[in-house]
């Protein structure tokens, strides 16, 4: 009998710890301390599925919406997400642009109701405009009204550094930057950036090929974050990446490898937001593979977006208090970046891939204490890379732990040193 009652106490006890660890509540942050949202417009809509379509919005790891109507930010303040809201700005030919401004933010607060405005985040402008005069003008009309009236943010997304000046409307990418930026007194530099692409490119310089028969236009990812983190910088605000999550025309289908560089990447670079182009697949022609597939599925991008963005959660306590004072790469160093000799923190960085040839991006960062970090990505699209780091101050090395439900440190060793493709890690020494 005593033996019954032993093994049912340890049973009871099993059960409950089971039941505290799968309880774990995952650390979150806000918009604030970390945009996390996806991009565009709804491709396809199902009004009986709307509760469960935005449960799974913030179970992916989002903490602000796409752009959703004025009617449907109950769904998001019932689901713990801040809004992001499209209405149409069309209209009104005749009115100057102070006019046309605020009669749109008037439509905003009577759309959303007053008893939802607290949950409103932000209010899409326009998408990739110009930074000709009477562009810029009336951009800052609509956005100093959305921050006046509706008391959130403005959103308006720039081009990538691509485009001609002709295009742009200035001189320089540089100039296109600050320019909308400080007319818009903008809270977040928005951009995106596309820059994978189906066929191997073996001789072209820049690019770095996968086994998976897809290319990654290095020079044009990194050279497009270099200006966008300068840009920040000078300006002080901070930037959010847009980042490729769809299959379509030449753009293969979103793997854990093409997610998770771009992420990790954004991160090094300094990034206060990451977003998704697209969360649900456009019902057009060879669109595919998003983290809602064209049959109105999730598709295995849902779990790759939901992975990169748990990372942002699980390290983004330690995150959002860095400074970010230096990047640089190992490897191929794309046009317009720097190599390992400007590095100021860290000493010495040694790169052994399990395969082909190492390749990373490192960010060197400090927090208020002065305490030495680095985050190391591993560009490599096929083979893990174990790292092995020395800063100039501290002897033993830490990791922030990205997996699980985060918000642990642990000592940096064993298996922990290998990176997976694409991966990145956060370190720092004492």
Known sequence: MKKIIFLLAVLIISISAYADFTDTTRQRLTPDEFLIMPWGHYWWTNNTQ????????????????????????????????KAHVFVDSTGESDADYATKAQNF??????????????????????????????????????????????????????????????????????????TITQSCKLDYISYDNYSFSVGNNPDAVGYTNSVRNYNFNENYFYSNLEAIKKGADIN??????????????????????????????????????????????PNLGNWRNAPY???????????????????????????????????FHMGYVPKGCKDKSSAINVKNLSLSPLRGEANVVAQEFVDK????????????????????????????????EDRSTGGDVKSFGGEDVYIMPGHGVLLYAE
Request: glycine share 6%; aromatic share 14%.
């Open 105 to 178: 933010t008037k439509r905003v607060i009577k759309e959303v109701g007053k008893n939802n405005l607290d949950d409103l985040y932000m209010v899409y402008v326009q998408d990739e405009p110009n930074a000709r005069e009477d562009t810029v003008a009336r951009l800052s009309a609509y956005a100093d009204a959305v921050r006046e009236s509706c008391k959130c943010k403005p959103y308006i997304n720039l081009y990538p550094i691509a485009v001609s000046p002709a295009g742009l409307g200035v001189e320089s990418y540089d100039k296109y930057i600050d």
């Open 50 to 81: 709307r509760d469960e379509y935005f449960k799974d919005m913030y179970d992916c790891g989002f903490n602000v919406t796409h752009f959703i109507p004025p009617t449907e930010v109950k769904f998001a303040k019932k689901h713990n997400l």
């Open 293 to 327: 597939d064209e049959y109105n599925m999730k598709s295995p991008a849902w779990r790759y977006v939901a992975h990169m963005n748990y990372a942002i959660h699980n390290i983004g306590a330690i995150y959002k208090s860095l400074k970010n004072i230096n990047v």
């Open 236 to 281: 002080r605000v901070g930037f959010i990446n847009i980042i490729q999550s769809v299959g379509a025309l030449s753009w293969p289908d979103p793997d854990d490898y093409i997610i998770h560089v771009q992420g990790w990447s954004s991160l090094a670079y300094g990034a206060k937001g990451i977003s998704y182009f697209t969360y649900q697949t």
């Open 369 to 400: 204490a002065g305490k030495q970090y680095a985050m190391i990505v591993n560009k490599n699209p096929d083979y893990s890379v174990a790292v092995g780091i020395e800063f100039n101050k501290g002897n033993k090395i830490f990791k922030v």
